[in-house]
Every structure is written in C-alpha cells, then in structure tokens.
C-alpha cells in the first residue's frame, strides 16, 4: 500500500511540477505578419535581366580614341613623289601598296599624308572612307581610290575578383567593355555562391596643369598635380525581391575597373530542443573555438521556411515533436523579435510560416498540446505498466526484494 501512494504522490509531482516552462507563446503570431517575412531572397532574382549588364551596340562601328585602322589610297605614292617627299619604301606608315596604318589618338585624331591631322571621332567606317575621298579631291589628288578598315578596336583593361570560375585582368573590345563581358570572360558566376556584383571604380577629381604649377612659383605642391582619385563603388544584387535597375553609365567599364562578385555569406540558424545528431553541425566564432552549439547551415541558392528549418533538425518522434516554435529574431537596428509558428496551420496556411534568417534562434514551445500528448504517451502508461515489469522482477529475482 505505501508503494502505491508513493507512486501516486510521483506522479502528482510530475503532473503538476516537472520541468517548468510557460505552455503560451508570447511572441507575435506569424499569420499578422506582411508578405515581407514569406518572400524567397536567396534564390536568383526574376527581376535582374542579365541583359541590362550590356551595353547596347550600334548598328555600325563607331570610330574613337585607340581604334586602330587601315588606310589604302590607291594613287598616293606617285603624288608624293612628285612634291618631293619622302620616297614610299622610307615613308612611316606608307608601304608600296600605298597602305597606311595608323592608331587614333585620345581626341580621335590620325596624322594622314598630305592632309595632317584629321578627326575620325563618332565617324562609321562607311563616313571616315567618303571623308577623305572628299579631303583628298581637295586639291591634293584626282580622283583619289581610297578604301579604311578597322584593324583592331580599342581596348579595355579591367580586372575581375571573387566567385567566378577564372578570375583574372581582361582586355575588353569596345561595345564588349561592360560588367556581363567581363564575367563572361572570366567563365561566369559560380551561382550558387555568388551573391552581389560591385564595380569598383576610382572617380579623378580636379588636377593641376604643369603650366599652372609653373605659373604658381611654388606655391602648387607637385603632389597637386597628380589626379585625386575618390573610389565609388556600384553595386548590384544578385538577389533580389524589387526590380534592379541600371543606368548604361553604371554597365560600362573603364580602365582600371575591378569587378568584384561578393561571395555569400555563411549563415546559420539555431534550434534548442531535442535533436537528431545525425544532421548536427557544429560551428565555432573565429579561432576561439567558442562552441555555438545547436547550429545548421543555410542553403546558399535556396531559402527554407521554419517548417523545414525544425525538419533539418531532426524533430522525427512523435512524442517530441513541438507543435508550435518560437522564432527569436533580431532587428537590424538590435532589438529582439518573437515570432510565434503553429506548425500544425503551416503545413497547409502559407500565413502560418515565414522564412528562416541568418542568426535565427528556434525554440520548443512547450505548448498544452505537447505537454498532454507527452504525459499520456510517457507517464500514463508507464503507471499500469509498472505493477507488471515488478511482478515479473519479484518472479526472476526473488532476492532483490528481500
């Protein structure tokens, strides 16, 4: 008889004491949250048109500084014998076949023979050719043949970093001197790990002219005269939930470039309660060895929601298994949140589920439901089963109770 009260006066103890815990959530009801916690950021965006990272390309080339071409006027070596000037096999740039090879310099401009200096800047291939036939009938030749061709075009040196397959310096061809030539160039985005593209580019600010430092007597600095450069740094999400925009001035590349794809970063999140070993990850802060404890990677190409978050960690016994969580979040001004998920409305009611954050801490909520199905699926049955497991010890070991 005292054997019973004691097993009853136990399991009075449990029922009412045990462990305690508060059996309500405080924390905000996922379902009064806006549509911001449920949207997907890590995956790639929809709204970045891969496109917008080129510049448009003119129906037909346009001349400028550094392009290099190839004159051909068919009749220029006799005139230029006939004025006396330098012979054709010593001329520079004039070869026996009355070719000329010539690169535009920063204002677009070429040194011809006969002629001078001359500007090609803005002109297609087609208006340089009808351009000189019209310089050259000036007074200079009769009925001149003359033919241009664009031996090379001008050239962008720019550099690219970070999560693309070979990284490296690349000299970009015009109208190919943007950010999706560069990455092209360089084998393309490891997708999975790439996250933003900046563009990295060095602004000149104002410089002082030589004629000025001498005209200052001095008082100039030589340190003035060369260019103060201020970085700015454009940058582009690779994720996204609004529409990317870009101006064209923001896609082409410059000299000196450096196109940066930033890696993701690795995010984790956490779970306190009982968990599966099987899937746990274990991290530590810098080179302290500080143990984190419950932690598990986020994916880095695709976004999960709490329901699969308490998945991830193992929450596979019925008897366990909460049926609500509490998601402590911070704010990105520091303050904490509490998210309350009933795991029960969510498998069916998007509402009910918001998606899982970098440092987001998920706890057990031990709510009436569990408490209940623990008690009688634990301690309920194991009352009218201990009678019989000590029947059956007094029967094996008869000894032990003497």
């Not at 582009?236 to 000196?256: H, Y």
């Not at 009688?376 to 029967?395: K, L, N």
């Amino acid at each position: 008889m005292f054997r019973i009260l004691s097993c009853v006066a136990s399991l009075s103890i449990l029922l009412f004491t045990g462990c305690y815990a508060p059996l309500k959530s405080p924390g905000i009801p996922a379902s009064t949250l806006p549509d911001s916690f449920r949207m997907p950021t890590k995956r790639f965006s929809n709204d970045l048109n891969f496109a917008m990272l080129t510049q448009p390309v003119p129906v037909s080339y346009r001349l400028g500084p550094k392009d290099q071409i190839q004159v051909e006027i068919a009749n220029l070596n006799p005139r230029l014998l006939r004025l006396g000037q330098v012979a054709p096999e010593t001329a520079p740039g004039v070869t026996s076949r009355n070719l000329i090879q010539v690169e535009l310099d920063e204002s677009g401009r070429a040194l011809l023979p006969l002629i001078g200096s001359v500007s090609f800047k803005g002109k297609t291939i087609s208006e340089a050719r009808l351009q000189l036939i019209a310089w050259y009938s000036d007074g200079y030749l009769d009925d001149p043949k003359v033919s241009v061709t664009l031996i090379s075009p001008a050239t962008t040196r720019v550099l690219v970093l970070g999560e693309v397959a070979n990284p490296g310096v690349f000299e970009l061809p015009k109208y190919e001197n943007d950010i999706a030539h560069a990455i092209a160039l360089a084998g393309g985005l490891i997708l999975e790990s790439a996250d933003e593209i900046t563009v990295h580019r060095r602004q000149a600010q104002g410089q002082i002219s030589p004629a000025q430092y001498e005209a200052s007597e001095g008082e100039v600095s030589f340190s003035d005269l060369v260019d103060v450069a201020s970085p700015s740094i454009i940058r582009i999400p690779l994720r996204s939930t609004i529409p990317v925009e870009l101006p064209i001035a923001d896609v082409v590349l410059e000299n000196g470039n450096v196109v940066v794809v930033n890696k993701c970063a690795e995010e984790a999140f956490f779970v306190v309660g009982l968990l599966n070993p099987n899937g746990l990850v274990r991290f530590s802060l810098g080179t302290d060895n500080r143990d984190l404890g419950n932690g598990f990677t986020l994916p880095k190409d695709r976004d999960i929601d709490v329901v699969t978050a308490v998945a991830m960690a193992g929450y596979i016994d019925p008897i366990d298994s909460p049926t609500t969580v509490t998601v402590h979040r911070t704010r990105p001004n520091g303050s904490p949140m509490l998210i309350r998920v009933d795991l029960i409305q969510a498998r069916y009611n998007r509402a009910e589920n918001i998606m899982v954050q970098g440092g987001d801490i998920i706890y057990l909520n031990p709510d009436p439901a569990w408490w209940c199905r623990r008690t009688f699926d634990r301690i309920v049955p194991s009352v009218f089963t201990a009678p019989y497991f000590e029947a059956m010890q007094r029967w094996i070991n008869p000894g032990r109770f003497n």
